[in-house]
Nanobody, 126 residues
Framework: QVRVVESGGDSVQPGGSLRLSCTAS????????????MSWYHQAPGKQREMVAS??????KYAYAVKDRFTISKDHAKSTGYLQMNNLKPDDTGTFFC?????????????????WGQGTQVTVSS
């Protein structure tokens, strides 16, 4: 079974920085996962979830509101993706979720997966 877990959320002042992490993992011996694509979503209090950044083999994409402030990346060897957030603003407050498209490898079976993490809270306030 594949799990997706986000971490790195915190409370910071406006202008501060945070790096969020999203890891896909499996606990069973002999199993592994590969991440093919990852997206980060932001859900502000009382609002719908919106995508802010994505990464796949074709490159990266960003929402206009975070362009030049956020950077998405992934480490294939660690099955982990990151969202570096700089110059944070009060409007960035909310829960950040990652969505991961990848493949699980067992022995001998394999299958694709598309999973969400549980979210990590970011608060930007003075």
């Amino acid at each position: 079974q594949v799990r997706v877990v986000e971490s790195g959320g915190d409370s910071v002042q406006p202008g501060g920085s945070l790096r969020l992490s999203c890891t896909a993992s499996t606990s069973a011996p002999g199993e592994s996962v590969n991440i093919y694509a990852m997206s980060w979503y932001h859900q502000a209090p009382g609002k719908q979830r919106e995508m802010v950044a994505s990464i796949d083999d074709d490159g990266t994409k960003y929402a206009y509101a975070v362009k030049d402030r956020f950077t998405i990346s992934k480490d294939h060897a660690k099955s982990t993706g990151y969202l570096q957030m700089n110059n944070l603003k009060p409007d960035d407050t909310g829960t950040f979720f990652c969505n991961v498209h990848g493949r699980w490898f067992g022995d001998p079976s394999t299958r694709r997966f598309d999973l969400w993490g549980q979210g990590t809270q970011v608060t930007v306030s003075s």
